[in-house]
């Protein structure tokens, strides 16, 4: 039952981990969403060019999943490059459902 209520929760509260929504910071033609949830783990969801001129005639989605530890953050793993947005739901629920010590609660 404990699960069923973390993931409740994921879903209604969603918009309210988002702590910036706006243009890539280095790709001027991406645009990145960073989410940091109360369990210390974050996301950066962006839209980047990928290929030859930097444009985003052939862009992908990327996600990076971050740790947040005396107030910086840390990247743990490496990014999923070209997820479509089912999947970057599914990641988000995986993240938000990570304890520390890497105990998963959902």
């Known amino acids: ?5 973390v993931k409740a929760d994921f879903y209604t509260n969603l918009s309210s981990f988002i702590t910036f929504a706006g243009v890539h ?5 991406g645009m990145q969403i960073v989410v940091r ?11 980047v ?5 930097g444009t985003c005639g052939t862009c992908g989605v990327e ?5 947040y ?3 910086w953050w840390e990247l743990v793993g490496s990014p999923f490059v070209n997820v479509d947005a ?3 739901y599914e990641l988000l ?14």
């Open 1 to 5: 039952m404990r699960a069923e209520l």
């Open 25 to 29: 910071p280095i790709y001027e033609e």
């Open 37 to 47: 949830f109360p369990n210390g783990y974050g996301a950066s969801i962006a839209l």
């Open 49 to 53: 060019p990928f290929g030859a001129g």
């Open 63 to 67: 996600l990076q999943v971050f740790r």
């Open 69 to 71: 530890e005396g107030g």
């Open 86 to 88: 089912v999947r970057v």
């Open 93 to 106: 629920l995986n993240i938000y459902c990570l304890q520390r010590g890497g105990t998963y609660v959902c």
